[in-house]
């Protein structure tokens, strides 16, 4: 959506997935984790505070103090992420606040948002804010999820679900590209990475052309704004908070924007700070390659089933194979009108984006995927599930252009990137050898080589906070080592570590028993754990 949609009154816009084939959110939301766009309006930039906004601010004091208007979540017949919201119990509202913070008096941005209201008022603890992640992944349908996950405590709190700025259903960016995300390998040569500098140069103009006036304003400081002004909404002093994965990085950040302004805060899959922005991609190719080994073992026994090989060394050659296949002529999966071609740029998106769990439903998802690759590489007619060539299109189709777009511009607009492609060459060649598969993917260039440089400089964590954070030891995602030295930046915090774990996103999915109880035990009670937690992965 370009900035001559962007109204200045609150308004509701319709749900991004109505009418199209329903993907797992889970499955997205791994690939939204890491791409990448471009914010195109050079401005001078912030000092590393400016402009965090308070209650009573001059210009601000009517965002803040803004009455809600609560409303059904259904935006129409075929919206059925808003009819699992009223199912569940939520309402639906809207809240405006400034596209820029320093002119508060310009023009404004509406935030959707969902809320699961306390039934137990007299032990009513406050409001829980949640995101999901992504960076850019929609948080409106999250409220059911968490107060399932919260048991017996969910009553004391009003569960509350925003979609971010430029996400969801909060007026969405999109740079009209033809292709969902921007994650693509640079594939087995020179040549492939030369068309991947031209296509990522492509998607950045695109950005310029389609909503550069907006998206200097999609960082993540502007989402801590942002947060703080639905706190206001909302009539709460402080708020708790769980964000997961990005979520953790937004949580981290307000803490050091708003301190005093939160209660109790758990960061799930917890992001460095100093990893944030387009760095956010390369540091993922050890943890992906750790992942992909742990799954071929799992699928070489079960050959029988997949038939990819007996061992982990034939499982990977087979798999490289088919990389080197796509590289020669693009994979063909499905059949007649649903045909979608794969080429070895995206083979090797596809297994990053299915890496993010090791539970053996999620192995084997992976494992059927790589069946019917292994079978186009070979020539043969593949008949894909209707959700996987959903996913595919939605991935590399231009119906997942907005939510790419979002993400894109989130990292983009959250640090700086190197400019010169050659640099992306020297890494891609120096981590091929160890990491065939991952390393020319997590090494490419990425729109943001094409970017102006962000509004603001990052946020530096100077301010301790008692967090509980939690990180597996095998996140494919966000490595464990992340979590490790944010507990470092944070000494007032607790980390809770799952052993041996290749996963990410943990509290109330994964089915940790020792996860969910310590997360579920802080949350009601307000209490750190006395030390930091280890738990088995069980």
Request: hydrophobic residues 40%; contains cysteine; proline residues 7%.
């Amino acid at each position: 959506m370009t900035g001559s949609h962007h109204s200045r009154t609150a308004r509701r816009t319709a749900p991004t997935t109505a009418g199209r084939p329903r993907i797992p959110r889970r499955t997205v939301t791994a690939g939204l984790a890491l791409a990448a766009c471009l914010a195109v309006t050079a401005t001078v930039a912030l000092p590393a505070q400016a402009a965090d906004s308070a209650d009573g601010a001059p210009g601000l004091d009517r965002y803040y103090r803004q009455r809600l208007d609560w409303h059904g979540c259904v935006l129409g017949p075929d919206d059925q992420d808003g009819a699992a919201l009223e199912q569940a119990g939520a309402r639906c509202a809207d809240v405006t606040v400034p596209l820029d913070y320093r002119d508060p008096g310009g023009r404004t941005v509406t935030l959707a948002l969902s809320r699961i209201k306390a039934t137990d008022t007299r032990h009513r603890i406050g409001a829980l804010v949640l995101n999901d992640g992504g960076p850019g992944g929609p948080t409106i349908g999250a409220p059911p999820r968490v107060h399932a996950a919260l048991k017996e405590t969910a009553g004391r709190y009003d569960i509350v679900g925003p979609d971010p700025r430029f996400v969801g259903r909060s007026e969405p960016v999109d740079c009209g590209w033809p292709v969902g995300f921007s994650l693509r390998s640079a594939g087995i040569g020179r040549a492939g990475f030369e068309r991947q500098v031209s296509f990522q140069r492509d998607l950045a103009a695109r950005c310029r052309s389609a909503a550069g006036d907006l998206l200097p304003f999609a960082s993540t400081r502007d989402a801590a704004r942002d947060l703080d002004v639905v706190r206001g909404a909302l009539g709460e002093r402080r708020i708790s908070y769980l964000g997961l994965s990005y979520g953790t990085y937004l949580g981290t950040v307000y803490t050091q924007m708003f301190p005093g302004r939160y209660d109790r805060m758990v960061l799930d899959s917890a992001l460095d700070p100093r990893h944030a922005g387009p760095s956010f991609i390369p540091i993922g190719v050890a943890g992906n390659d750790r992942a992909f080994a742990d799954w071929a073992d799992w699928v070489a026994a079960r050959h029988d089933t997949y038939g990819l090989g007996r061992t982990r060394e034939e499982v990977t050659a087979g798999i490289l194979r088919t990389v080197e296949a796509a590289a020669a002529r693009p994979l063909v999966v499905g059949t007649g009108t649903d045909a979608v071609e794969i080429d070895d740029s995206q083979v090797p998106a596809l297994f990053f984006m299915k890496l993010s769990s090791d539970s053996d439903v999620d192995r084997a998802s992976l494992a059927e995927l790589a069946v019917l690759l292994t079978g186009a590489a070979a020539g043969r007619p593949v008949t894909a599930p209707p959700q996987t060539l959903a996913l595919l299109r939605f991935l590399f189709g231009a119906q997942g252009s907005s939510a790419g777009s979002a993400l894109q511009a989130i990292l983009c607009a959250d640090g700086t990137a190197p400019r010169d492609p050659e640099r992306y060459w020297h890494e891609i060649e120096r981590s091929r050898a160890a990491s065939p598969l991952f390393g020319p993917l997590l090494d490419n260039i990425t729109p943001c080589a094409f970017w102006d440089r962000p509004r603001e400089e990052p946020t530096e964590v100077r301010r301790d906070a008692r967090v509980l954070i939690l990180a597996a030891t095998g996140d494919p995602r966000t490595p464990y080592r992340d979590g490790v030295t944010l507990h470092g930046l944070l000494p007032g915090s607790r980390l809770l570590t799952l052993q041996g774990a290749n996963r990410h996103e943990l509290y109330g999915t994964y089915g940790n028993a020792c996860v969910d109880d310590a997360v579920n035990a802080y949350l009601a009670g307000g209490r750190l754990p006395k030390a930091d937690v280890v738990c088995a992965r069980g």
